[in-house]
Structure formats: structure tokens, C-alpha cells
């Protein structure tokens, strides 16, 4: 089960950006660089997180763009 927000990941040779649950991504990009760019827009303008996978599909960074129950202390 895909966790909710934005997620770029691989698609070929290039990269997409996908809604968690959706069955098409919202784009594609030459560069995974642009595809980040892209999903950080949505996902601040969503208030969600951001999910960014590596070439091996695995989930190699996480942003979280919405309100933090337990927001770090300091």
C-alpha cells in the first residue's frame, strides 16, 4: 500500500510524479531534479508529504509539508 502524498518515482528512463493511490501520475520529467521540483510544489500546496524513490523503487528521502503532530523539540 502506497503512503499518502506525493511520490517521484522511476518510469523508464525518466521520472514521474504519482498521488499515493492514483493510477496516473500527475507528470513526468527528463530529470529526476525536475520531477522533485515539481512534486515539492504540489506537496507544499497540499499540505501532504513527499516521498522520493531511488532507481530501485526503495524510498531514499521523506518531507513532510503538512502540520507535524509531534513537531521537534529545540
Do not use: C
Not at 518510469?11 to 531534479?33: D, I, Y
Amino acid at each position: 500500500m502506497a503512503k499518502p502524498g506525493q511520490h517521484v518515482v522511476p518510469n523508464g528512463n525518466r521520472w514521474s510524479v504519482r498521488k499515493a493511490g492514483a493510477a496516473r501520475a500527475s507528470g513526468t520529467f527528463t530529470t529526476q531534479e525536475e520531477a522533485i521540483s515539481r512534486a515539492k510544489e504540489i506537496a507544499r500546496s497540499q499540505g501532504t508529504e513527499l516521498f522520493i524513490h531511488g532507481r530501485d523503487g526503495r524510498i531514499r528521502e521523506r518531507n513532510s509539508y503538512g502540520r507535524d503532530p509531534l513537531p521537534p523539540k529545540g
